[in-house]
């Protein structure tokens, strides 16, 4: 009964509404003095506060190359990184960040309807200008991501040098394929697989939750393996921080070749002298560098055909090309049943050949951004073989400084930086 | 530090020359992407557009906080104001009553009062509200759609990429300026 007395209702009242397209019930006018209430809306966070951000942003990066390089501070440094965790962690939960913001520079590149916000071009920029100026001081103690990695290395393993030059590679694949998938609006991979949100905001999936969990377990036997072995963020100051003006130095004076600072390292990032060669080693090394160089144009183009290929794949995670597939698959009598993808679409009533036509130009740029990709990855594996195959002279332990993260861990360590006190006397 | 303080080289001078030059080049690149617009780009923050919204449900759990940051709103100038609120009562209620078994509101979030004869008010108590749209779908199909979802700015953290808009199946989610943060129906302002 109560059924049919709903069907009445729709009939009656609903239905012409909709056809007339106006609202089905007509608000009422009251007789009593009832006024309706005003909804409140709360503002979002005032943005003088985000510049605030970048001031704090500009002054911690400042104040880690102070530390770093003037002052030869650890301590300094390490509570530097506490203030960090604290203030860009748990207190703005991580976003912005200039890890991730790398995505919003490609979206706003591929997507020009997408204007990047000036915040968060700024927090892009800050390190990375930085870094021509004092190395990777943003690596010291800024970024949240590290200095949560920084405060829970305990016992440091010394990776090997080959496992070490492996991994190495993988933040230039991530950095590429970030840059894929936000170009294309796709998804922002640097912040959904993120390992370090679920701590600052003490939430997240099952997923999430294993990786940060993960990530902090072998962050304490291996120096910040997410810096090292992933970060996509690092590959730029990477290039840039052998540009710095000044550098890290671990000896003071005058090195005396005691290898302690090297031991110190946990990041594996203070290079050895070279030893005087032998003529034999040195034409092997000749001709293992001419094969790899006539490697790379090979590995180049092997890396886009597969990058072409497989750039159809890769463009189901745009959110477009994912529903279009699911309504093409329904509109076929392929699939039985709807997603809330294809439910969603259905709602609006936009026509089909819409949909598959935003979808194909979306496949279309994972096609060239797919050979992009692949290529990128052949070059980066290939260059790598070349640097490998290059010896360089050093006759003294030297802190690379692409790689150096300049924590300050090292300079207690040598000999030389205590000579003012007379350490070098008393030892004998 | 023992050394000799550094004298100043022409080296020196070329060197933060060149370095100041990358740095206003780099600037200049991501100035030209920030002003590609009409206006400057201000910072953005994330907004549901009720119109693109499919009430999927999804906004009560994707959210990075719990409960989450979508919440409902309710535009009263829209509101019929009905005896049968389909935001309020669940299909075929035993009575129309505020009775627990009747609410189609899994938190009882909404509170109904009499305003006059036929007229019943409906206030959304935001605390209790946890954003699963059960409400917004009802008065959405049946209703005038008065009842719709949107980020509460006081809750949200603003993600750099919003864990729900990933999972939205209706891609209603939007990046809309920070001065303007809500999507409201029929142009009312927030206040």
């Known amino acids: 009964m109560k059924r049919l007395h709903a069907l009445y209702y729709w009939l009656l009242l609903i239905l012409p509404s909709l056809v007339l397209g106006e609202e089905r019930f007509p608000p009422p006018e009251f007789e009593t003095d009832y006024s309706q209430p005003l909804a409140q809306h709360p503002a979002a966070r005032a943005e003088w506060l985000s510049y605030l951000d970048i001031a704090v942003l500009a002054a911690a990066l400042a104040l880690a190359g102070y530390l770093s390089l003037r002052r030869r501070s650890r301590r300094g440094l390490f509570a530097l990184a506490a203030f960090s965790i604290a203030y860009f962690g748990f207190f703005r939960q991580g976003c912005a960040c200039p890890v991730g913001s790398i995505q919003n520079v490609a979206l706003s590149v591929g997507r020009p309807e997408y204007a990047l916000p000036i915040v968060v071009a700024a927090f892009f920029l800050l390190p990375l200008v930085a870094a021509l100026f004092v190395g990777r001081a943003f690596c010291a103690g800024v970024c949240p991501l590290g200095a949560a990695q920084d405060v829970v290395l305990l016992k440091p393993l010394k990776v090997p040098a080959w496992l070490e030059h492996a991994l190495g590679v993988l933040p230039y694949i991530y950095l590429g394929a970030a840059m894929l998938f936000a170009a294309t609006g796709s998804a922002f991979l640097i912040c959904q697989y993120d390992p370090f949100i679920s701590l600052y905001r003490m939430s997240g999936t099952p997923l999430l939750l294993g990786i940060t969990a993960g990530m902090l377990a072998i962050g304490t036997v291996v120096g910040r393996p997410y810096c090292r072995f992933l970060c996509p963020y690092g590959v730029l100051l990477r290039w840039l921080a052998p540009l710095a003006r000044w550098r890290v130095s671990i000896a003071p004076r005058e090195c005396v070749q005691c290898h302690l600072c090297k031991d110190s390292c946990p990041f594996g990032a203070i290079r050895t002298p070279t030893l005087a060669e032998n003529p034999g080693g040195r034409r092997e090394g000749k001709s293992r560098l001419a094969l790899y160089l006539l490697l790379l144009p090979v590995l180049l183009a092997a890396g886009g055909a597969l990058g072409y290929l497989g750039g159809a794949a890769l463009s189901g995670q745009h959110a477009t090309v994912r529903q279009a597939n699911r309504v093409w698959l329904e509109a076929h009598g392929k699939v039985e049943g709807t997603t809330l993808e294809s439910e969603a679409f259905y709602r609006h009533g936009q026509p089909q050949e819409d949909l598959l036509l935003a979808a194909s130009a979306i496949r279309r740029q994972f096609n060239l951004g797919g050979l992009l990709l692949g290529a990128w990855i052949g070059l980066v594996i290939g260059l790598k073989l070349v640097f490998l195959a290059i010896r360089r002279r050093r006759t003294d332990y030297q802190a690379d400084p692409a790689a150096c993260l300049a924590c300050g861990r090292c300079y207690r360590f040598c000999p030389e930086e205590h000579a003012p006190a007379g350490v070098l006397e008393k030892i004998g | ?191």
Not at chain 2, 79 to 102: K, Q, R, W
């Open chain 2, 1 to 191: 530090m023992a050394k000799e303080p550094e004298k100043l080289t022409r080296r020196d001078i070329l060197g933060f020359g060149l370095r100041g030059l990358g740095a206003l080049a780099a600037a200049g690149g991501l100035g030209a992407l920030a002003l590609r617009g009409k206006a400057a780009a201000t910072e953005t923050v994330w907004q549901i557009d009720p119109d693109k919204c499919t009430q999927c449900e999804l906004c009560a759990t994707k959210c990075v906080i719990t409960p989450s940051a979508v919440k409902v709103v309710h535009a009263y100038a829209r509101c019929g104001y009905c005896e049968l609120c389909f935001g309020f009562f669940e299909d075929d209620p035993n009575n129309l009553d505020t009775a627990a078994e009747n609410q189609r509101c899994p938190t009882g979030a909404i509170k109904r009062s009499y305003v006059e004869d036929p007229y019943y008010e409906y206030v959304i108590d935001e605390p209790l509200c946890i954003g699963c749209a059960k409400c917004v779908k009802g008065c959405t199909e049946f209703g005038n759609g008065s009842l719709f979802l949107q980020v509460r700015h006081d809750r949200c953290v603003n993600c750099n990429q919003c864990a729900i808009a990933t999972a939205c199946p209706a891609q209603a989610f939007v990046r809309v300026p920070i001065d303007q943060p809500y999507l409201l129906k029929d142009g009312e302002q927030a206040g």
